[in-house]
């Protein structure tokens, strides 16, 4: 069975920071894709951010320049460094890698974890 288990989550401040982590086993195929998704209250879940095994990152708009994707030497576990939190930031953050050379959110074959809440005070 897949699993994937995220960490990482919780409260800050506006301007702190926090690192979350997903740590995939079980998949049973060659993971070339990882990244992140977000879902705030009443809007629709959007890209934060996606790494291929080769190292290639994609950034949503919104985090470019203070978010930062990374991934361990096994690419099993993967990342999310987040600098200059803002309020707009709080979502539930969702995991997700697949066996496909990138990670788009609509893909069938992907793997999610059950989401992390980042809550981000004012």
């Known amino acids: 069975q897949v699993q994937l288990v995220e960490s990482g989550g919780g409260l800050v401040q506006a301007g702190g920071s926090l690192r979350l982590s997903c740590a995939a086993s079980?998949?049973?195929?060659?993971?070339?894709?990882m990244g992140w998704y977000r879902q705030a209250p009443g809007k629709q879940r959007e890209l934060v951010a996606t790494i291929t095994r080769g190292g290639s990152t994609n950034y949503g708009d919104s985090v470019k320049g203070r978010f930062t994707i990374s991934r361990d030497n096994a690419k099993t576990t993967v990342y999310l460094q987040m600098n200059s939190l803002k309020p707009e930031d709080t979502a539930v953050y969702y995991c997700?890698?697949?066996?496909?050379?990138?990670?788009?959110?609509?893909?069938?074959?992907?793997?999610w974890g059950q989401g992390t809440q980042v809550t981000v005070s004012s």
């Open positions: 079980g998949t049973g195929f060659s993971i070339n894709a």
């Open positions: 997700a890698v697949s066996p496909r050379s990138i990670l788009l959110q609509l893909q069938g074959d992907n793997y």
